[in-house]
């Protein structure tokens, strides 16, 4: 770690360059690890750092200015010194130093290049007239707020997800807004064919106009815009055009210095570059071939580089990308590998959508494992989901007809955000946890306001702001559902019978045939055979139908729990008869491999009863992932059971 007492008076620990949330998340980690750390902060812009991600929000109206700003009390450490409005001119790795803008030379130990990146330049005749925006910072902003107003006639080139946000935010001032993209569908990498058509109808229903597979041939006018032609020849009237046409890495000031550049500058897991203790972070850094343009991986990127700054191990192995479309009450997301998802032959896709009430959900898997979602509408799950997707977790089959039947995924969804397990991640942009959420609020951060001055969690997207509400308002217990309690005197009847089974000799057969009625008539006698046997067959066929109905909800007649329990009485049912219809004889070959399997799904069901009983007192990280393992073996040893029957009774009639 970098003490400030081994650190040369003129020579300061860490130069951040950039001043946005990657940068400032860095400084925030360093001083995290070391209160003493002297850290300098450069930013380009006058202002005070802020969140670039709530830019849109801004403009539409949701929040007011001083609500985007750096809210942490980082700035007022004694050993941290920001620079605003003053740029870095040079860096030079061999001695160490960096040139601002105003001359002054600095010497560093450890530099990180947070420079972000500009927006992409559009090259066509009228493009330097007045009123042609880009939209990137707060100036930017700032000055297409002024111009949000009714009777002006706007166009947004760019179909991405800031073109969506800037037009629905122009629009919302009254504005007559057009939306011009070269692509046939609507933000192309993040949504499918299903989903942007139906985000299309919801713009073209809230007035914005749509010019699809078109681009802007000319931008015309004299003083000031005043319309544009596209490819085709036609014409939109116009006063502002918005250029939302994408970004590209800040790499010139690493390239001069000598850093190995591509689309950003060049990283190792480490997150640093070419040059020996100079790192980069964010949209300006280049990992694994990939430039990553959200804040989320570059907060991710600035706890890497903090650790290894701080030399403490820790590697950056890659994110998995989410968009979440801001300025539009439809909820539009998406997260994980959705471009180009229709032409992997590994992924199967299985779509549950609801038009008429505006939902469409999907997931994306492959091989099982969850590796994409897309949503429009709500979905309680989502949040959960999230973290699915960033794990690739398995979803298993029967939640992929629990989900095509109902649109849920998970059958024991937990209304409150206190109900999931501590490493469940709330806040995705800081990858705050739910444990860690709970034990501030434990020690009286009780309210929305308090947990974000104290994490930063919703003041980057906005977006876990509903789950920190609840997570605030829910009781700190967790309810276990009445009905599972009497489930363990049941999976421990069922153990009784199961041990019974395996451990006792077959009950003896009477000495004398003479006298009155025997027991062991019930499994001697052809027609007491059939009697228990097809008793044996109806409740495994019922037993298998609850299993499926508990899953599917084909009705909604009575609760998860209530189910279960009489699944559990049946089977308990199932193994009395069956001692009856065997005498506690295991018998031979195919009888033996009957019975056994029986056996064993019984003894499994019995383990994940019991798991469902005490799950309430389990650990939160142990409880629900041996619940959920102790159902998919008690399944996996189910379903051969049909087939071992029908050979069974054939068997008999045969022979």
Not at 111 to 117: I, K
Not at 534 to 555: D, P, V
Request: charged share 20%.
């Amino acid at each position: 770690m970098i003490q400030k007492e081994a650190v040369d008076p003129k020579k300061w620990a860490v130069i951040i360059v950039g001043a946005g949330p990657v940068g400032m998340r860095t400084a925030a980690l360093l001083l995290k690890g070391n209160p003493d750390l002297p850290v300098l902060i450069y930013g380009d812009e006058p202002d005070a750092p802020y969140q670039r991600a709530r830019l849109s929000e801004f403009i539409a109206g949701d929040v007011p200015e001083q609500a985007i700003y750096y809210s942490g009390d980082l700035l007022k450490e004694a050993s941290v010194l920001e620079r605003r409005g003053c740029a870095v001119l040079r860096i030079d790795p061999k001695s160490k130093t960096v040139t601002d803008a105003a001359g002054r030379v600095e010497s560093y130990v450890a530099l990180v290049l947070a420079t972000g990146s500009s927006a992409r330049r559009y090259y066509t005749p009228g493009i330097s007239l007045p009123g042609v925006f880009t939209f990137r910072n707060l100036n930017d902003a700032r000055a297409l707020l002024e111009r949000r107003k009714p009777g002006r006639g706007m166009v947004v080139l760019g179909g991405g997800a800031l073109g969506l946000e800037s037009a629905l935010a122009m629009q919302g001032g009254g504005a007559a807004v057009s939306l011009v993209d070269h692509n046939v569908r609507l933000m192309s990498r993040q949504l499918d064919k299903r989903a942007s058509s139906l985000l299309q109808a919801e713009m073209t229903r809230l007035g914005i106009e749509f010019y699809l597979s078109e681009g802007i041939k000319t931008i015309f006018g004299v003083e000031q815009v005043m319309g544009v032609q596209l490819w085709q020849g036609q014409t939109i009237d116009c006063d502002t055009l918005i250029l939302a046409t994408g970004v590209q890495a800040n790499t010139s000031l690493a390239k001069t210095a000598g850093l190995r550049i591509g689309q950003g500058i060049i990283v190792n897991d480490y997150m640093e570059t070419s040059a020996k203790q100079v790192y980069a972070v964010g949209e300006c850094a280049q990992h694994r071939g990939m430039v990553y343009r959200l804040v989320a991986p570059g907060l991710e990127q600035a706890e890497v580089a903090a650790g290894a700054i701080l030399r403490r191990e820790s590697r950056f192995t890659g994110s998995v990308s989410a968009t979440r479309l801001k300025n539009i009450r439809t909820q539009v997301f998406s997260m994980g590998e959705v471009e180009n998802e229709e032409s992997r032959l590994l992924l199967r896709n299985p779509i549950y959508q609801n038009s008429k009430e505006g939902i469409y959900r999907k997931l994306i898997l492959n091989q099982g494992g969850l590796r994409g979602l897309i949503v429009l509408g709500e979905w309680p799950e989502l949040s959960r989901l999230q973290e699915a997707v960033k794990r690739q977790n398995r979803i298993s089959i029967f939640q992929v007809i629990h989900f095509l039947y109902t649109g849920q995924v998970y059958s024991d969804q937990q209304s409150h955000v206190l109900a999931w397990p501590e490493a469940a991640v709330v806040c995705q942009c800081l990858g705050i946890t739910r444990g860690t959420l709970s034990r501030l609020i434990q020690g009286g951060c009780t309210s929305l306001e308090k947990l974000a001055a104290e994490t930063g969690a919703s003041r980057m997207c906005g977006g876990c702001k509903p789950l920190l509400a609840d997570l605030c308002g829910a009781p700190f217990l967790k309810r276990p559902q009445p009905v599972l309690k009497n489930l363990l005197g049941i999976s421990i009847a069922a153990a009784v019978l199961v041990f019974t089974v395996l451990s006792f000799p077959s009950i003896p057969l009477s000495k004398t045939v003479q006298g009155a009625w025997k027991l062991e008539t019930l499994w001697l006698d052809g027609f007491w055979k059939q009697v228990t046997g097809y008793h044996l067959l109806g409740l495994s066929i019922l037993s298998l139908l609850l299993s499926a109905k508990k899953r599917l909800k084909f009705f909604r007649l009575g609760s998860f729990g209530a189910w279960r329990m009489v699944h559990t009485i049946i089977g308990l049912l199932m193994l009395g008869i069956l001692v009856l219809h065997t005498g506690l004889s295991l018998g031979s070959n195919l009888n033996l491999a009957l019975m056994l399997s029986f056996l064993a799904a019984t003894a499994l069901g019995t383990l994940a009863g019991g798991i469902a009983a005490l799950e309430g007192r389990m650990n939160p990280n142990f409880g629900p992932v041996a619940r959920r393992w102790g159902n998919k073996l008690h399944i996996y040893m189910s379903w051969p059971l049909p087939v071992l029957l029908i050979f069974h009774m054939m068997s008999v009639y045969f022979f």
